[in-house]
Nanobody, 120 residues
């Protein structure tokens, strides 16, 4: 296993909810802003949400009000709770450790990604 391992993806109907989790190594989790990105087929990767080490959060415009990111320090886990899902939320969701912030994903640690498919 790598330093970031995602779980929780799957198939859900429009309007449904899903939780993604990312288990991180201690060295990455404790020192870095953590984030979720997604990439739909044929589209560029986009930021979904980030959470800093002190718990501050930020969200991509497409998910504001529907998604919630949190971190469980005891379990070294970053969770993404997604609700009111639409087909536009379909994609591969990847967890990232962001030592230089979300503006520099090229320097991030990445998980293997988990597929989320929202059906009509």
């Amino acid at each position: 296993q790598g330093p970031l391992v995602e779980s929780g993806g799957g198939l859900v109907q429009t309007g449904g909810s899903l939780r993604l989790s990312c288990a991180a190594s201690e060295s990455i989790f404790s020192a870095n802003t953590m984030g979720w990105f997604r990439q739909a087929a044929g589209k560029q990767r986009e930021l979904v949400a980030i959470i800093t080490t002190d718990g501050s959060t930020d969200y991509g415009d497409a998910v504001k009000g529907r998604f919630n990111i949190s971190r469980d320090n005891a379990k070294r886990t970053v969770n993404l709770d997604m609700s009111s899902l639409t087909q536009e939320d379909t994609g591969v969701y990847s967890c990232a450790g962001l030592p230089y912030g979300p503006q520099h994903p090229g320097h991030a640690w990445w998980g293997q990604g988990t597929q989320v498919t929202v059906s009509s």
